[in-house]
């Protein structure tokens, strides 16, 4: 096994010597945001329903000191160079000029612009010039999203300093919007909200067409449990077409059943779909339907029977990804199904599919025996070593100091 403990690098202190290397101005104050991992409900998100992330304990963090130049810098422990944008030219930057930017430093930059956007008056009065200096120990590209922990850390960073007053929501959308128009990744909320929102032992009900969320108690610690991160290490890209062809096929298929989205339709309308649609748009129809459906059942069974009650709901979660959707890859089912066999109480890919991440529920004391089962699975069928290690359910976005 690879060990990518949280503890392996401390990006606080990284944070601030990358600061200093920035500018010999003190910090005015470090903030941090959280990766995420979906606990169930996937490719739910565009379709207006539900999903049940939580946030994890890697973090990004945002070390900022103020500069009197009115310029933001941004450096990042895994970039060359910072990259220096004029407060006055912020505004013309998005989204038209992004390409003139790298591309890492639009993330950062794009939250800077939105969240002017967001709250104008605030920030005419008070945005002022920032050095920000970024490190995280979130695995990127892994399905944990990094992204969001990178919007979500500068995003409370700039509320704080430039006193703009917007709520953790407001922020979240603002990390949206820089990752949409500013960085060109077509995403929903959930990431951004599972960070900025996130709380110890508990996921995040979001209700992605109302943009409702509830805060969800997971009581893994009490009982003993614990979820086990199982990186395939085979890259996804939402770039690649099958992000966008589901998308696509989710659309045709409310469109032909004369609906606005999926959400408006419950497991009482599958057999009509199936009757008047094509069986590929039928299964990925029917994924998003149970999909919805399951999120809430997991929600009323961690609540009524609590977590070790919610096994088969992931599990079926998965073969519906694998069977209906068709986004699972082999690494991923072979990590689910020798989790399950080393005695995890559920697992099933998380994320946008195509590669990236599964998870397990597991016993605390199983640890060790899942970690290597999976492991062994992996050198049997000849796949590239995986990543595996414990997350607890952690706090969303905040001020570290
Ligand atoms: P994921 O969110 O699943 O990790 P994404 O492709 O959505 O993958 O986001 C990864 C991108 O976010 C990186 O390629 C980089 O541009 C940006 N990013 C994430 N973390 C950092 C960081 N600490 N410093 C600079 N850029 C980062
Ligand atoms: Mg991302």
Same mark, same amino acid.
């Given at each position: ?29 470090? +903030? ?29 963090? &945002? ?13 990042? =422990? @895994? ?8 407060? &006055? ?23 800077? +612009?939105? /969240? ?10 008070? *945005? ?33 300093? +430039? ?6 929501? &407001? ?13 060109? *990744? ?34 893994? %610690?009490?009982?003993? /449990? ?42 009482? %309308? ?53 069977? %209906? ?28 599919? @195509? ?9 605390? %004391? ?10 062994? =699975? @992996? ?23």
């Amino acid at each position: 096994m690879t060990a990518a403990s949280p503890d392996a690098l401390d990006p606080r202190k990284a944070a601030l010597d990358a600061l200093t290397r920035l500018t010999d101005a003190p910090a005015a104050g470090v +903030w941090s945001s959280p990766g995420r991992v979906n606990l169930i409900g996937e490719h739910t998100d565009y379709n207006d329903g539900f999903v049940l992330p939580l946030a994890i304990p890697h973090r990004t963090v &945002a070390a900022v000191a103020p500069n009197s130049e009115n310029v933001l810098r941004v450096t990042s =422990t @895994f970039a060359d160079a910072p990259v220096s944008v004029a407060l &006055a030219d912020l505004e013309g930057l998005f989204p038209q000029a992004r390409e003139s930017i790298t591309e890492w430093a639009r993330y950062p930059l794009g939250v800077a +612009w939105a /969240l002017q956007a967001a709250a104008p008056d605030a920030a005419a009065a008070h *945005a002022a010039g920032l050095d920000i200096a970024i490190a995280s120990n979130v695995p990127v590209g892994a399905g944990l999203s990094s992204s969001a922990a990178i919007e979500g850390a500068v995003a409370v960073a700039l509320n704080d300093l +430039w006193q703009l007053g917007l709520d953790r929501p &407001a922020l979240a959308r603002a990390g949206r919007r820089a990752e949409n128009e500013a960085v060109g *990744a077509p995403t929903g909320i959930m990431d951004q909200m599972a960070s900025i929102l996130g709380a110890a032992d508990a996921a995040i009900l979001l209700d992605c067409r109302s943009l409702e969320v509830e805060t969800v108690d997971l009581g893994f %610690d009490a009982a003993g /449990l614990t979820l086990l991160v199982m990186d395939t290490r085979v890259q996804h890209s939402h770039a690649s077409g099958g992000y966008g062809e589901r998308r696509a096929s989710c659309e045709a298929g409310a469109a032909a059943l004369g609906v606005t989205s999926l959400r408006d339709l419950d497991i009482n %309308d599958l057999d009509r779909a199936e009757r008047e649609l094509d069986d590929v748009t039928f299964r990925r129809v029917r994924h998003v339907v149970t999909e919805n459906q399951r999120v809430l059942d997991t929600v009323r069974m961690l609540r009524s029977n609590g977590p070790r009650s919610i096994g088969d709901l992931l599990l079926a979660s998965h073969a519906s990804m694998r069977d %209906d959707f068709e986004i699972s890859v082999p690494e991923l089912d072979a990590a689910v199904d020798a989790a399950v066999e080393a005695g995890a109480i559920g697992a099933r890919m998380t994320g946008g599919g @195509f590669g990236g991440a599964a998870i397990a529920l597991v016993d605390r %004391d199983r640890i060790a025996e899942v970690t290597d089962a999976v492991t062994r =699975t @992996f050198v049997e069928r000849g796949f590239a070593a995986p990543t595996i290690f414990p997350v607890t359910a952690a706090d969303g976005a905040r001020r570290e100091s």
